[in-house]
């Protein structure tokens, strides 16, 4: 049973396009955030919601925009992308947003902006 | 499938002690990097340090170090002259060189350093 999915695994799209990757997680967790890998490997933390709130909303363009439909889903979707965006997106979820607990990490999706 | 185990969930230390952090991973890949990333409670993932595998000797950045045994797959992190700022979730991962290049992501240890 996969713990946390992601779809689609990997996308490959032209600029100026609106995409959304999926998130689910089957754990019954409260929490899920979006994290970003760019080309250096570094990791950064998008957007967090707890209980289908926004905790967390740090600095990304305003294209980028977090949806939680429920608390099993937390989706991301994209307008407008730029060739920068082209990253690999992680999902994670985690029971509570106690920074203690432990975050179990989707596949990943890689992104390509052409 | 590539994995990567952190078998310690807690530790503590105390404050100007030195603590070690273990971290297995399971891999075919010969070519790969390794990273620990440390997350304060305000979620953002930093970068402590990363190994290179085909390098033997093991990297150090200021307090931090790791003891790299590629053939026993172990990527262990030391702190040295732990402080109060050091408590965070610390997060071992693994890259493999070329193909998908995506993090694997082991569980996370809590580490809490106590004055």
């Known amino acids: 049973d996969t713990a946390v999915s992601q779809t689609p695994k990997y996308l490959v799209t032209q600029m100026g396009n609106d995409k959304s990757i999926k998130c689910e997680q089957n754990l019954g967790h409260d929490t899920m955030y979006w994290y970003k890998q760019d080309s250096k490997k570094f990791l950064k933390i998008m957007f967090s919601?707890?209980?289908?709130?926004?905790?967390i909303n740090e600095t990304v363009p305003n294209r980028f925009s977090p949806k939680s439909p429920d608390k099993a889903h937390l989706n991301l979707h994209i307008n407008s992308l730029e060739l920068g965006d082209s990253a690999v997106y992680f999902c994670?979820?985690?029971?509570?947003?106690?920074?203690?607990?432990?975050?179990?990490f989707g596949p990943g999706t890689r992104l390509t902006v052409l | 499938a590539q994995t990567v185990t952190q078998s310690q969930p807690e530790m503590s230390v105390q404050e100007a002690e030195t603590v070690t952090l273990s971290c297995t991973y399971d891999t075919s890949e010969n070519n790969y990097y390794l990273f620990w990333y440390k997350q304060p409670p305000s979620r953002q993932m930093i970068l402590v340090i990363r190994?290179?595998?085909?390098?033997?000797q093991n990297a150090t950045e200021n307090r931090f170090s790791v003891n790299f045994q590629k053939a026993a797959k172990s990527f262990s992190l030391k702190i040295s002259d732990s402080q109060l700022g050091d408590t965070a979730m610390y997060f071992c991962a693994f890259i493999p060189q070329g193909g998908s290049e995506k993090l694997v992501f082991g569980k996370g240890t809590k580490l809490t350093v106590n004055p």
């Open positions: 919601y707890n209980n289908k709130e926004l905790i």
């Open positions: 994670a979820s985690s029971q509570d947003f106690d920074f203690s607990d432990t975050q179990y």
């Open positions: 190994q290179e595998a085909y390098k033997q």
